[in-house]
């Protein structure tokens, strides 16, 4: 919605559409908001506009990491299967020389993979919370902040992909985390 008005042409020739994916999720927002569609629905399309380059990152690997593949679902939640097709729509509709049928087979390919881990993952049962953020502050002494929930994440991510499976375990993650983020202080 927004790629018109960030059309341009750099040095190289190259037509580039910078900003396009925020700025259309901003109009996308805007224009739901003037139809009068619900909230759940405006956050769910402005989602996927402004999620839908994402795949991208994916693509750059000829076989992403189990890792890569995680974060983006988790990135994508709670819309990653739509994501999936639209990154497939978006791709299908670009056309030209530097499109191959060899980056199509890939993108399809990719994007098959995906679609059946995002339904996979919708089905599995929760995993159990090793540890909270009440757990984590009283143990080493964190306070309420963005980095608390950052070693949620990576602690629930290290879990999801079978690395950790106790809390002890977790503690040990909060702890190499917490001495990363103390040296870069």
């Known amino acids: 919605v927004a790629k018109p008005g960030c059309r341009f042409t750099d040095d190289d020739d190259q037509v580039r559409f910078f900003e396009h994916d ?23 399309v402005s989602q996927l506009v ?9 693509l750059q690997e ?3 990491s189990e890792r890569a593949r995680l974060r983006y679902l988790r990135a994508t939640e709670p819309f990653s299967q739509e994501q999936v097709l639209l990154s497939v729509c978006d791709r299908l509709s670009v056309r030209g020389v530097r499109v191959t ?12 993979g995906m679609m059946a881990r995002a339904f996979a993952r919708d089905e599995a049962a929760p995993l159990p919370r090793l540890i909270d953020g009440n757990e984590l502050m009283a143990e080493l002494g964190l306070t309420p902040s963005p980095f608390l929930g ?21 503690l040990e993650l909060a702890r190499g985390l917490e001495g990363d983020n103390s040296d870069q202080t």
């Open 150 to 170: 950052q070693v949620l994440d990576r602690i629930a991510e290290e879990q999801e992909l079978g690395l950790i499976s106790t809390r002890e375990q977790a």
């Open 62 to 64: 000829e076989s992403p």
């Open 50 to 58: 402004r999620r839908h380059r994402r795949f991208e990152s994916l």
């Open 22 to 44: 925020r700025l259309g999720a901003e109009r996308t927002g805007d224009i739901l908001t003037r139809f009068k569609v619900s909230v759940e629905v405006n956050r769910a």
């Open 101 to 112: 049928e060899a980056d199509l087979e890939h993108h399809l390919g990719l994007a098959s």
